[in-house]
């Protein structure tokens, strides 16, 4: 019904830069808000940034100037601009998708998870 697929995570050294996408697949995706998740070892998962089908985001305090939110809805995907990184970003980032489209994202055990994707950053 719906699937969700992370990539562009790795190792990059501090003050870089990568870009996380998240293709979707079924009808939920074009009418609902989209999240990015992080969830480091040892760690609750946290709410990073969150997006409207109609372009509104939000951003957790720690991200916030940093990262950016967009989403494509011809493509159906979304995706995660991250700059100026900092070793306290490392962590398994995940795409979420759920009914509703408001901020901030909610994830609920209606919605849909990725697999994730590691991002490290070390030097």
């Known amino acids: 019904q719906v699937q969700l697929v992370e990539s562009g995570g790795g190792l990059v050294q501090p003050g870089g830069s990568l870009r996380l996408s998240c293709a979707a697949s079924g009808s939920i995706f074009n009418s609902n808000t989209m999240g990015w998740y992080r969830q480091a070892p040892g760690e609750q998962r946290e709410l990073v940034a969150g997006i409207t089908s109609g372009g509104s985001t939000d951003y957790a305090d720690s991200v916030k100037g940093r990262f950016t939110i967009s989403r494509d809805n011809a493509k159906k995907t979304v995706s995660l601009q991250m700059n100026s990184l900092k070793p306290e970003d490392t962590a398994v980032y995940y795409c979420?998708?759920?009914?509703?489209?408001?901020?901030?994202?909610?994830?609920?055990?209606?919605?849909?998870w990725g697999q994730g994707t590691q991002v490290t950053v070390s030097s």
């Open positions: 979420h998708a759920d009914w509703g489209d408001a901020l901030p994202h909610r994830a609920t055990p209606n919605g849909y």
